[in-house]
């Protein structure tokens, strides 16, 4: 079992930065990619950034390129989301989530996931 605790989120005005950490803990050997999903309000899911953790790539959906940054301290066993440039459409809940098959282990298909965060709440105001 894998089991990942988000950290608070908040809220910011348009242009501000907001850093999201993601613990996780259990059988951490079993996963091979990382991902950041968000629900923005009345929306679906939709996958944001990835880290394929035996290379350490990093994926980004292009709505979000260039502004977030993935990362990951392996001695805390957490990963970060640093969200700069933050516009209101990114308003959304946020989720981290571990995927364990080596292929499409940073596939935007939410299902492909079997662990989930309990999720946190980004807010970004004009």
């Known amino acids: 079992q894998v089991q990942l605790v988000e950290s608070a989120g908040g809220s910011v005005q348009a242009g501000g930065s907001l850093t999201l950490s993601c613990v996780v803990s259990g059988f951490t050997r079993s996963i091979n990619g990382i991902s950041w999903f968000r629900q923005p309000p009345g929306k679906a899911r939709e996958w944001v950034a990835c880290i394929f953790t035996p290379d350490g790539s990093k994926y980004y959906a292009d709505s979000v390129k260039g502004r977030f940054t993935m990362s990951r301290d392996n001695a805390k066993s957490t990963v970060y989301l640093q969200m700069n440039s933050l516009k209101p459409e990114d308003t959304a809940m946020y989720y981290c989530?571990?995927?364990?098959?080596?292929?499409?282990?940073?596939?935007?298909?939410?299902?492909?996931?079997?662990?989930w965060g309990q999720g946190t709440q980004v807010t970004v105001s004009l």
């Open positions: 989530a571990a995927a364990t098959r080596t292929d499409g282990a940073c596939g935007d298909w939410a299902p492909g996931y079997p662990y």
